[in-house]
């Protein structure tokens, strides 16, 4: 059987690069290319740090696109300061990697998603973990893709808890609702891995000394980078306990989707000011048949952790 084509669209910080290093060391998947986002970090920062990772990993034939700089509505994006205390003011917890030997690729992020979907159709897997401009301005640009792209598996929003911005708003709806709502209203088949269930995906400086005990360059910087994230969740009290495997649980999802139980619905993002990113079901589309968003609402968070660090640990001792 052909193995499915991913591409990660990615604002890098510590759980982007989590999840590029689960992508790599799926088995049952190749990583054609990140589109590189806002959020965590500037545009610029964040494909320099998938550039950076990808070479740390020895995935130098992984091509890197930019993405749009900044939200849709507005003109401008300025990093958050929560975002540099959590990720580090270089957004892979301050980890000093060398610089890239490669440059970003000259086509545009937005016409990567085009040319793939037109290429690859139903078996091109799509995982934004940061705001969804990019895939909202290739929907924009070519309505087409819609119907021909397998499957979106995002990371963002909550549905049966809180929001980590506001009470309803996920950071990276928050980041651009109206975008994120062009995508959860179009006919693509989504996935949604919210707060729901990443927060109970916990990962500790138990996991961590195992890859640091490795001795190779990639387990010694991602236990760094890693325990800068757990360090921050514990600080500035997000969670004592761990830090929430955010991105790389939608990559996992994306491949076995039997890690979470979900909830079939119609989705919308509100985007005006009152509850605006909030992430909800449509009621006028209650009795509509066949809705687009299954949405993660609990997750086999043993199973899901066993793989992640079988997967990982076997690409680090390798790099």
Same mark, same amino acid.
């Given at each position: 059987?052909?193995?499915?084509?991913?591409?990660?669209?990615?604002?890098?910080?510590? #759980? !982007?690069?989590?999840?590029?290093?689960?992508?790599?060391?799926?088995?049952?998947? !190749?990583?054609?290319?990140?589109?590189?986002?806002?959020?965590?970090?500037?545009? #610029?920062?964040?494909?320099?740090?998938?550039?950076?990772?990808?070479?740390?990993?020895?995935?130098?034939?992984?091509?890197?696109?930019?993405?749009?700089?900044?939200?849709?509505?507005?003109?401008?994006?300025?990093?958050?300061?929560?975002?540099?205390? &959590?990720?580090?003011?270089? $957004?892979?917890? #301050?980890?000093?990697?060398?610089?890239?030997?490669?440059?970003?690729?000259?086509?545009?992020?937005?016409?990567?998603?085009?040319?793939?979907?037109?290429?690859?159709?139903?078996?091109?897997? &799509?995982?934004?973990?940061?705001?969804?401009?990019?895939? %909202?301005?290739?929907?924009?640009? #070519?309505?087409? &893709?819609?119907?021909?792209?397998?499957?979106?598996?995002?990371?963002?929003?909550?549905?049966?808890?809180?929001?980590?911005?506001?009470?309803?708003?996920?950071?990276?709806?928050?980041?651009?609702?109206?975008?994120?709502?062009?995508?959860?209203?179009?006919?693509?088949?989504?996935?949604?891995?919210?707060?729901?269930?990443?927060?109970?995906?916990?990962?500790? *400086?138990?996991?961590?000394?195992?890859?640091?005990?490795? $001795?190779?360059?990639?387990?010694?910087?991602?236990?760094?980078?890693?325990?800068?994230?757990?360090?921050?969740?514990?600080?500035?009290?997000?969670?004592?306990?761990?830090?929430?495997?955010?991105?790389?649980?939608?990559?996992?999802?994306?491949?076995?989707?039997?890690?979470?139980?979900?909830?079939?619905?119609?989705?919308?993002? &509100?985007?005006? !000011?009152?509850?605006?990113?909030?992430?909800?079901?449509?009621?006028?589309?209650?009795?509509?048949?066949?809705?687009?968003? *299954?949405? %993660?609402?609990?997750?086999?968070?043993?199973?899901?952790?066993?793989?992640?660090?079988?997967?990982?640990?076997?690409?680090?001792?390798?790099?």
């Amino acid at each position: 059987m052909a193995k499915k084509k991913m591409i990660l669209d990615l604002d890098t910080g510590v #759980d !982007d690069a989590l999840a590029i290093a689960y992508a790599v060391a799926a088995p049952d998947v !190749d990583l054609i290319g990140i589109v590189a986002s806002y959020g965590n970090n500037l545009l #610029d920062v964040c494909a320099e740090n998938s550039l950076k990772l990808l070479e740390l990993l020895g995935q130098t034939d992984v091509p890197v696109y930019k993405g749009l700089p900044h939200a849709s509505t507005s003109d401008h994006f300025e990093v958050m300061q929560v975002s540099l205390d &959590i990720h580090g003011n270089n $957004g892979i917890g #301050d980890v000093d990697l060398p610089k890239p030997q490669r440059a970003v690729e000259k086509l545009s992020g937005v016409d990567f998603y085009i040319q793939a979907a037109h290429q690859y159709g139903q078996d091109l897997i &799509i995982i934004p973990t940061g705001p969804m401009t990019n895939l %909202a301005a290739a929907l924009e640009k #070519d309505p087409e &893709i819609a119907d021909l792209i397998g499957n979106v598996t995002f990371m963002g929003g909550a549905l049966t808890v809180e929001g980590n911005v506001t009470d309803v708003a996920e950071a990276n709806i928050n980041q651009d609702a109206k975008a994120a709502n062009t995508v959860l209203t179009s006919s693509l088949p989504l996935t949604m891995v919210g707060l729901d269930v990443t927060l109970r995906t916990l990962l500790t *400086k138990q996991e961590t000394a195992q890859w640091r005990a490795l $001795g190779t360059k990639a387990g010694q910087a991602y236990a760094d980078l890693t325990d800068f994230y757990i360090d921050a969740y514990y600080n500035l009290g997000i969670d004592k306990n761990g830090c929430a495997l955010h991105d790389p649980l939608a990559v996992g999802v994306s491949l076995d989707p039997s890690f979470v139980q979900t909830l079939s619905l119609f989705m919308k993002v &509100i985007y005006d !000011d009152h509850n605006y990113a909030r992430t909800i079901g449509d009621k006028d589309k209650l009795n509509d048949p066949n809705p687009n968003v *299954k949405v %993660a609402i609990t997750v086999d968070k043993e199973r899901y952790l066993a793989t992640f660090m079988n997967y990982l640990t076997q690409l680090f001792k390798e790099h």
